[in-house]
């Protein structure tokens, strides 16, 4: 029998990786956090001193790199940049903003597809994105496209980064936000955009048990579980 496949896309901050990953855990499912992807190209690009806005740079840093995603027995998603395990450092506001940038080069974005749709022909998965139910899955079982108000995404960015240890003030991340959703929504090659058969979910105001309750209803209902 196919694999079963869920997409979640939505702008940064809507809770999607959190959500998930609990979901995955609760359905059994393999959580598939592609964003992660894209950071971890970022930080080798960031060590090297290469800028997001130069192509030709990331791309020569991408075909001399390897990455891996593998899944600890814990389920938990871990990055590995040349065999190093990076995934504790891929969350820096500057990995965040080389991420968007590097994302937004179509070379990128197709030399990334082949790892991700091997992920889901291996396992039922739950895959969280930008473009997983537009491009990389456009055949999901089941699309939802996360999303809450900009000052909502930065109050749970705010608290996840002090939490974290990060110095950072709320403004700040406000407008890290909103400028990241203006480039994520407004490049060529793939751009944030709902899915026409996707499932809008609006978290504003939502505590994360309630959204987590919400989205599993949701999935328990279309898949009958
Ligand atoms: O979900 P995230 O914040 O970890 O993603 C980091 C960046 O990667 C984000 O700015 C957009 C990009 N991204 C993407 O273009 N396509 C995806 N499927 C996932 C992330």
């Known amino acids: 029998m196919a694999h079963k496949s869920i997409a979640i896309d939505g702008p940064s901050g809507a809770g999607k990786s959190t959500l998930a990953r609990q979901i995955a855990k609760e359905l059994g499912f393999l959580y598939v956090d592609t ?3 894209y950071r971890t190209l970022a930080l080798a690009a960031l060590r090297k001193g290469v800028v997001p806005s130069d192509s030709a740079g990331v ?3 991408l075909q001399a790199i390897t990455i891996d995603l593998r899944h600890g027995a814990d389920g938990l998603q871990h990055m590995y940049l040349d065999g190093e395990d990076v995934t504790d450092h891929i969350r820096t506001p500057e990995v965040s903003a080389g991420a968007s940038g590097v994302s937004a080069i179509p070379e990128v974005r197709a030399f990334l597809m082949d790892m991700q749709r091997s992920l889901a022909a291996s396992r039922d998965v739950v895959m969280d994105g930008r473009d997983i139910g537009t491009v990389v899955l456009p055949q999901a079982d089941l699309k939802i496209f996360l999303t809450a108000s900009a000052e909502d995404r ?3 960015r705010y608290e996840e980064l002090l939490t974290r ?9 406000l407008r890290d936000i909103k400028e990241r959703d203006q480039r994520d929504s407004s490049r060529a090659a793939a751009p944030l955009c709902q899915a026409e058969d996707a499932v809008l979910v609006d978290t504003t105001g939502n505590t994360q048990e309630e959204s987590f309750a919400l989205l599993l209803n949701l999935i328990r209902r279309h898949f009958a579980l």
Do not use: C, F, K
Request: no cysteine.
């Open 165 to 173: 240890g990060t110095q950072v003030d709320y403004d700040t991340v």
């Open 59 to 61: 791309l020569a840093v």
């Open 154 to 156: 930065a109050q749970r």
């Open 35 to 37: 964003g992660a992807i």
